[in-house]
């Protein structure tokens, strides 16, 4: 059974860093392309960052390029996000989610079979 959760949200204020980790069990991460996706309310889940099983192969949101940066940890089963300068505006329930291809795609949710159960980001002025 695939599993997936996520740690490390909480409350920060602006120009603070939190990490969040995305734990999983039932596959290896080398079969994967695992995303971090979050939710603000009333707005649509967009997707923050996205590794895939190719070295080096990462994407990033406008919004948060140069103050996240994703990793994975491979003997662990464990993809980290590493948010840094963090804004009011990136205020949300992160999720992390899990794929079994090597395309690294972190446009559509739909493209992800399975998700982690989220962690509530807030981030205040």
């Known amino acids: 059974e695939v599993q997936l959760v996520e740690s490390g949200g909480g409350l920060v204020q602006a120009g603070g860093s939190l990490r969040l980790s995305c734990a999983a069990a039932?596959?290896?991460?080398?079969?994967?392309?695992i995303g971090w996706f979050r939710q603000a309310p009333g707005k649509e889940r967009e997707g923050v960052s996205c590794?895939?099983?190719?070295?080096?192969?990462?994407y990033y949101a406008d919004s948060v390029k140069g103050r996240f940066t994703i990793s994975s940890d491979n003997a662990k089963n464990t993809v980290y996000l590493q948010m840094n300068s963090l804004k009011p505006e990136d205020t949300a329930v992160y999720y992390c989610?899990?794929?079994?291809?090597?395309?690294?795609?972190?446009?559509?949710?739909?493209?992800?079979?399975?998700w982690g159960q989220g962690t509530q980001v807030t981030v205040s002025s």
């Open positions: 039932g596959f290896t991460f080398d079969d994967y392309t």
């Open positions: 590794i895939s099983n190719s070295p080096g192969s990462a």
């Open positions: 989610a899990a794929v079994e291809s090597s395309v690294l795609s972190c446009i559509s949710f739909s493209f992800y079979d399975y």
